[in-house]
C-alpha cells in the first residue's frame, strides 16, 4: 500500500515535499519511484531511487526535483521547488517498475 501526502495549492515558483508511506512489503529491498498524472494524459515516470539510494530524474524535473527515502520509516519524498503551472497533476508514489497497486495519490496545483 502507498499513501502519498503533502500536496497542495502553491504559486510558481513554490516548493512543496511529498512524502510517500509504504506497506505490505519490504520498503528496503525495492526501487521506488515518484510518478504524475495529468487528466487525459499518461503516467508519467518522474524520479527513481534504488535501494542504496542511487537517483535519476526525468529531464523535465532534472534540477527542480530531488527523491530521497528514509528506509527506517519505509517512506519515500519528493522535494519539489521551482514549481511551475505545468507541474500541477496528481502526484503518486511506487515500486519501479510499478506495481498494478495504486494508491491515491496527491494532487498538486500551481498556480497564482
Known amino acids: 500500500e502507498f499513501v502519498e501526502t503533502g500536496g497542495g495549492l502553491v504559486q510558481p515558483g513554490g516548493s512543496l515535499r511529498l512524502s510517500c508511506a509504504a506497506s505490505?512489503?519490504?520498503?528496503?529491498?525495492?526501487?521506488m519511484a515518484w510518478y504524475r498524472q495529468t487528466q487525459g494524459e499518461e503516467r508519467e515516470l518522474l524520479a527513481g531511487?534504488?535501494?542504496?539510494?542511487?537517483?535519476k530524474y526525468a529531464d523535465s524535473v532534472k534540477g527542480r526535483f530531488t527523491i530521497s527515502r528514509d528506509n527506517g520509516r519505509n517512506t519515500a519524498y519528493l522535494q519539489m521547488n521551482t514549481l511551475r503551472p505545468e507541474d500541477t497533476a496528481v502526484y503518486y508514489c511506487?515500486?519501479?517498475?510499478?506495481?498494478?497497486?495504486w494508491g491515491q495519490g496527491t494532487r498538486v496545483t500551481v498556480s497564482s
Open positions: 511506487n515500486m519501479r517498475p510499478a506495481s498494478a497497486q
Open positions: 505490505g512489503f519490504d520498503f528496503s529491498i525495492y526501487s
Open positions: 531511487i534504488t535501494s542504496d539510494g542511487q537517483t
